[in-house]
Protein backbone atom coordinates (compact mmCIF):
# COMPACT_ATOMS: atom_id res chain seq x y z
CA UNK A 1 0.00 0.00 0.00
CA UNK A 2 1.30 3.58 -0.76
CA UNK A 3 0.40 6.93 1.28
CA UNK A 4 0.20 10.16 0.04
CA UNK A 5 0.97 12.64 2.43
CA UNK A 6 -1.53 15.41 1.67
CA UNK A 7 -0.95 18.98 2.80
CA UNK A 8 -3.44 21.62 3.49
CA UNK A 9 -1.56 24.65 3.64
CA UNK A 10 -4.16 27.42 4.70
CA UNK A 11 -4.08 28.40 8.21
CA UNK A 12 -8.50 28.62 7.28
CA UNK A 13 -9.28 24.49 7.15
CA UNK A 14 -12.04 25.19 5.20
CA UNK A 15 -11.58 27.35 2.28
CA UNK A 16 -10.38 27.94 -1.34
CA UNK A 17 -7.22 26.63 -0.78
CA UNK A 18 -9.00 23.05 1.30
CA UNK A 19 -11.28 22.24 -1.64
CA UNK A 20 -8.74 22.51 -4.45
CA UNK A 21 -7.24 19.81 -2.14
CA UNK A 22 -10.01 17.89 -1.96
CA UNK A 23 -10.23 17.58 -6.04
CA UNK A 24 -6.45 16.38 -5.69
CA UNK A 25 -7.57 14.11 -3.25
CA UNK A 26 -10.59 13.02 -5.09
CA UNK A 27 -7.98 11.96 -8.38
CA UNK A 28 -5.87 10.38 -5.69
CA UNK A 29 -8.70 7.97 -4.25
CA UNK A 30 -9.32 6.87 -7.96
CA UNK A 31 -6.13 4.98 -8.14
CA UNK A 32 -6.23 1.16 -5.85
CA UNK A 33 -3.42 0.38 -3.60
CA UNK A 34 -2.91 4.37 -2.37
CA UNK A 35 -3.99 5.85 0.73
CA UNK A 36 -4.34 9.41 2.42
CA UNK A 37 -2.53 10.97 5.14
CA UNK A 38 -4.50 14.05 5.19
CA UNK A 39 -2.94 17.07 7.84
CA UNK A 40 -3.62 20.26 8.12
CA UNK A 41 -0.41 22.13 8.93
CA UNK A 42 -1.55 24.53 11.19
CA UNK A 43 -2.69 21.86 13.79
CA UNK A 44 1.35 21.26 13.65
CA UNK A 45 2.60 24.40 14.42
CA UNK A 46 4.79 26.03 16.80
CA UNK A 47 7.30 24.95 14.05
CA UNK A 48 10.67 26.32 14.66
CA UNK A 49 12.67 27.70 12.05
CA UNK A 50 16.36 26.51 11.86
CA UNK A 51 18.87 27.18 14.48
CA UNK A 52 21.56 26.38 12.00
CA UNK A 53 23.26 24.50 15.33
CA UNK A 54 24.45 21.74 12.23
CA UNK A 55 23.36 18.86 14.58
CA UNK A 56 21.89 17.33 12.24
CA UNK A 57 24.88 16.58 9.93
CA UNK A 58 27.44 16.09 12.57
CA UNK A 59 25.26 13.50 14.58
CA UNK A 60 23.51 11.14 12.02
CA UNK A 61 21.24 13.74 10.66
CA UNK A 62 19.16 14.45 13.71
CA UNK A 63 17.23 17.39 14.36
CA UNK A 64 17.49 18.11 18.23
CA UNK A 65 14.74 21.03 18.08
CA UNK A 66 11.59 19.98 20.16
CA UNK A 67 9.10 19.93 18.03
CA UNK A 68 6.79 18.36 15.06
CA UNK A 69 9.99 18.70 12.65
CA UNK A 70 12.35 17.15 15.12
CA UNK A 71 13.59 13.87 15.03
CA UNK A 72 10.80 12.35 17.03
CA UNK A 73 8.10 14.68 15.84
CA UNK A 74 5.19 13.79 14.63
CA UNK A 75 5.24 15.42 11.11
CA UNK A 76 8.68 14.59 10.54
CA UNK A 77 8.12 10.74 10.72
CA UNK A 78 4.54 11.42 8.82
CA UNK A 79 7.00 12.46 5.82
CA UNK A 80 9.69 9.52 6.53
CA UNK A 81 6.76 7.50 5.94
CA UNK A 82 4.77 8.95 3.16
CA UNK A 83 5.34 7.68 -0.61
CA UNK A 84 4.65 11.03 -2.04
CA UNK A 85 4.42 14.49 -1.09
CA UNK A 86 1.03 16.52 -2.07
CA UNK A 87 0.66 20.31 -0.81
CA UNK A 88 -2.11 23.11 -1.86
CA UNK A 89 -1.25 26.27 -0.29
CA UNK A 90 -2.95 30.24 -0.81
CA UNK A 91 -0.28 32.72 -2.00
CA UNK A 92 0.37 35.54 0.26
CA UNK A 93 2.44 38.51 -1.45
CA UNK A 94 3.20 36.02 -4.35
CA UNK A 95 5.10 33.51 -2.27
CA UNK A 96 3.80 30.70 -0.20
CA UNK A 97 2.83 31.32 3.16
CA UNK A 98 5.71 31.88 6.11
CA UNK A 99 4.30 28.29 7.92
CA UNK A 100 5.33 26.35 5.05
CA UNK A 101 8.45 28.22 4.23
CA UNK A 102 9.27 27.17 7.94
CA UNK A 103 7.84 23.38 7.25
CA UNK A 104 10.42 23.06 4.05
CA UNK A 105 13.29 25.03 6.35
CA UNK A 106 13.00 22.01 8.66
CA UNK A 107 13.81 19.53 5.54
CA UNK A 108 17.55 20.53 6.05
CA UNK A 109 18.57 17.03 7.49
CA UNK A 110 17.26 14.97 4.63
CA UNK A 111 19.10 16.57 2.54
CA UNK A 112 22.15 14.99 4.53
CA UNK A 113 20.66 11.85 4.90
CA UNK A 114 19.32 11.77 1.54
CA UNK A 115 15.67 9.91 2.99
CA UNK A 116 13.51 11.62 0.71
CA UNK A 117 15.73 11.81 -2.43
CA UNK A 118 13.16 10.95 -5.23
CA UNK A 119 9.99 11.15 -3.49
CA UNK A 120 7.37 12.12 -5.94
CA UNK A 121 5.85 15.73 -4.85
CA UNK A 122 3.41 18.35 -6.30
CA UNK A 123 1.27 21.24 -5.21
CA UNK A 124 -1.02 23.81 -6.03
CA UNK A 125 -0.62 27.66 -5.55
CA UNK A 126 -4.05 29.75 -5.22
CA UNK A 127 -4.27 33.19 -5.20
CA UNK A 128 -7.60 35.27 -5.30
CA UNK A 129 -6.34 38.71 -5.27
CA UNK A 130 -3.18 40.32 -7.18
CA UNK A 131 -1.74 36.70 -8.42
CA UNK A 132 2.16 35.80 -7.76
CA UNK A 133 0.65 32.20 -7.84
CA UNK A 134 3.47 31.47 -10.62
CA UNK A 135 5.95 33.13 -8.56
CA UNK A 136 4.99 31.07 -5.39
CA UNK A 137 5.15 27.86 -7.86
CA UNK A 138 8.87 28.75 -8.39
CA UNK A 139 9.42 28.65 -5.35
CA UNK A 140 7.70 25.28 -4.49
CA UNK A 141 9.41 23.95 -7.19
CA UNK A 142 12.94 25.41 -6.33
CA UNK A 143 12.16 24.04 -2.52
CA UNK A 144 11.41 20.84 -3.78
CA UNK A 145 14.38 20.70 -5.72
CA UNK A 146 16.51 21.52 -2.67
CA UNK A 147 15.82 18.65 -1.09
CA UNK A 148 16.05 16.35 -3.79
CA UNK A 149 12.01 15.67 -4.06
CA UNK A 150 11.12 14.49 -7.71
CA UNK A 151 8.90 17.17 -8.99
CA UNK A 152 5.89 15.37 -11.01
CA UNK A 153 3.62 18.58 -11.36
CA UNK A 154 2.41 21.97 -10.20
CA UNK A 155 -0.70 24.00 -10.32
CA UNK A 156 -0.93 27.62 -9.93
CA UNK A 157 -4.60 28.87 -9.76
CA UNK A 158 -6.46 32.09 -9.38
CA UNK A 159 -9.82 32.23 -8.73
CA UNK A 160 -11.06 33.41 -11.82
CA UNK A 161 -10.35 30.39 -13.32
CA UNK A 162 -11.46 27.69 -10.23
CA UNK A 163 -13.82 25.52 -11.30
CA UNK A 164 -11.35 24.11 -14.51
CA UNK A 165 -8.54 24.19 -11.52
CA UNK A 166 -10.58 21.79 -9.62
CA UNK A 167 -10.78 19.35 -12.41
CA UNK A 168 -6.71 19.78 -13.00
CA UNK A 169 -6.35 19.34 -9.15
CA UNK A 170 -8.04 16.08 -9.83
CA UNK A 171 -6.01 14.62 -12.74
CA UNK A 172 -3.05 15.97 -10.60
CA UNK A 173 -3.85 14.13 -7.97
CA UNK A 174 -4.66 10.84 -10.05
CA UNK A 175 -0.89 11.11 -11.20
CA UNK A 176 0.99 11.86 -7.84
CA UNK A 177 -1.24 8.50 -7.18
CA UNK A 178 0.36 6.64 -9.50
CA UNK A 179 3.94 7.76 -8.72
CA UNK A 180 3.30 7.06 -5.07
CA UNK A 181 2.12 3.58 -6.14
CA UNK A 182 5.31 3.40 -7.95
CA UNK A 183 7.71 4.66 -5.39
CA UNK A 184 6.58 2.00 -3.03
CA UNK A 185 7.79 -1.03 -4.98
CA UNK A 186 11.18 1.09 -5.30
CA UNK A 187 11.94 5.34 -5.36
CA UNK A 188 13.55 6.63 -8.51
CA UNK A 189 16.31 8.40 -6.91
CA UNK A 190 17.48 11.68 -8.25
CA UNK A 191 20.21 12.22 -10.18
CA UNK A 192 23.06 14.96 -9.37
CA UNK A 193 22.50 16.12 -13.41
CA UNK A 194 19.41 16.09 -13.75
CA UNK A 195 18.23 17.53 -10.56
CA UNK A 196 20.17 20.59 -12.34
CA UNK A 197 18.02 20.24 -15.62
CA UNK A 198 14.67 20.99 -13.64
CA UNK A 199 13.00 23.99 -14.84
CA UNK A 200 9.58 25.93 -14.61
CA UNK A 201 7.45 26.53 -17.43
CA UNK A 202 10.15 28.80 -19.00
CA UNK A 203 10.19 31.28 -15.89
CA UNK A 204 12.82 29.33 -13.65
CA UNK A 205 15.87 27.11 -14.23
CA UNK A 206 17.61 25.47 -11.42
CA UNK A 207 20.59 25.45 -13.93
CA UNK A 208 20.60 29.27 -15.04
CA UNK A 209 19.97 30.34 -11.39
CA UNK A 210 22.89 28.61 -10.26
CA UNK A 211 25.13 29.94 -13.20
CA UNK A 212 23.89 32.90 -11.95
CA UNK A 213 24.02 33.15 -8.12
CA UNK A 214 27.76 31.87 -8.99
CA UNK A 215 28.76 34.41 -11.13
CA UNK A 216 27.16 37.39 -9.52
CA UNK A 217 24.37 37.74 -12.28
CA UNK A 218 26.61 38.06 -14.68
CA UNK A 219 27.66 34.21 -16.58
CA UNK A 220 31.11 35.67 -16.46
CA UNK A 221 33.51 33.70 -14.68
CA UNK A 222 35.67 37.05 -14.55
CA UNK A 223 32.90 37.94 -12.19
CA UNK A 224 31.88 34.79 -10.18
CA UNK A 225 32.50 34.07 -6.52
CA UNK A 226 35.66 31.68 -7.35
CA UNK A 227 37.52 34.19 -9.63
CA UNK A 228 37.25 36.50 -6.72
CA UNK A 229 37.96 34.14 -4.11
CA UNK A 230 41.24 33.37 -5.67
CA UNK A 231 41.92 37.06 -6.43
CA UNK A 232 41.46 38.04 -3.34
CA UNK A 233 43.19 35.28 -1.06
CA UNK A 234 39.86 34.57 0.44
CA UNK A 235 40.53 31.08 1.53
CA UNK A 236 43.75 30.13 3.72
CA UNK A 237 43.39 26.31 4.33
CA UNK A 238 45.69 24.46 1.85
CA UNK A 239 42.80 22.00 0.88
CA UNK A 240 40.03 24.92 0.37
CA UNK A 241 42.45 26.65 -2.01
CA UNK A 242 43.07 23.22 -3.99
CA UNK A 243 39.37 22.52 -3.77
CA UNK A 244 39.12 26.24 -4.92
CA UNK A 245 40.74 26.28 -8.15
CA UNK A 246 39.76 22.67 -9.18
CA UNK A 247 35.47 24.26 -8.47
CA UNK A 248 37.45 27.35 -10.88
CA UNK A 249 37.95 24.71 -13.84
CA UNK A 250 34.53 23.14 -13.29
CA UNK A 251 32.62 26.45 -13.58
CA UNK A 252 34.30 27.92 -16.62
CA UNK A 253 33.90 24.99 -18.46
CA UNK A 254 29.60 24.22 -17.18
CA UNK A 255 29.75 28.53 -18.62
CA UNK A 256 31.05 27.67 -21.95
CA UNK A 257 28.77 24.42 -22.54
CA UNK A 258 25.78 26.98 -21.09
CA UNK A 259 26.34 29.44 -24.11
CA UNK A 260 26.56 26.74 -26.20
CA UNK A 261 22.65 25.86 -25.39
CA UNK A 262 24.25 22.22 -24.15
CA UNK A 263 22.64 22.63 -21.21
CA UNK A 264 22.72 18.77 -20.05
CA UNK A 265 27.37 19.39 -20.50
CA UNK A 266 26.77 22.66 -18.35
CA UNK A 267 24.78 20.75 -15.62
CA UNK A 268 27.49 17.84 -15.76
CA UNK A 269 29.96 20.07 -15.08
CA UNK A 270 27.84 21.81 -12.46
CA UNK A 271 27.95 18.96 -10.75
CA UNK A 272 31.38 18.36 -10.73
CA UNK A 273 31.75 22.36 -9.86
CA UNK A 274 29.48 21.73 -6.38
CA UNK A 275 31.46 18.87 -5.26
CA UNK A 276 34.80 21.08 -5.24
CA UNK A 277 33.16 24.05 -3.86
CA UNK A 278 30.93 22.50 -1.57
CA UNK A 279 33.69 21.03 0.69
CA UNK A 280 35.79 23.42 0.11
CA UNK A 281 33.58 26.54 2.08
CA UNK A 282 33.05 23.93 4.29
CA UNK A 283 36.59 23.84 5.46
CA UNK A 284 37.08 27.25 5.05
CA UNK A 285 34.43 28.69 7.01
CA UNK A 286 32.60 26.26 8.92
CA UNK A 287 35.42 23.57 10.21
CA UNK A 288 33.76 22.88 12.88
CA UNK A 289 30.76 21.42 10.99
CA UNK A 290 33.30 18.74 9.32
Known amino acids: ???????????????????????????????????????????????????????CVKNKNRCILNDSMGEKGELFQKLCNANALFISHPVYYGRPPAGLHLFFERFYPFMWSGKLNGMPFASISQAANNGGIRTAQIDMTRWAVTFNLRVIGGLPVHMVSYDEAIIQAEELGKKIAEEALADSRERKRV???????????????????????????????????????????????EDSIELLHKAGEELKLSLAHYKNNDLRGAAEHMVKMSSFWSPATLREFLPNVL
Open 1 to 55: MAKVLCVQASPRKKGYTAKLLDGAIKGINSVNNVEIDLIHLKDYFPINPCTSCWN
Open 191 to 237: NPVERYLVSYKGQWSRLESSLMDMTNGTLRYEESLIAYAISHDSMKN
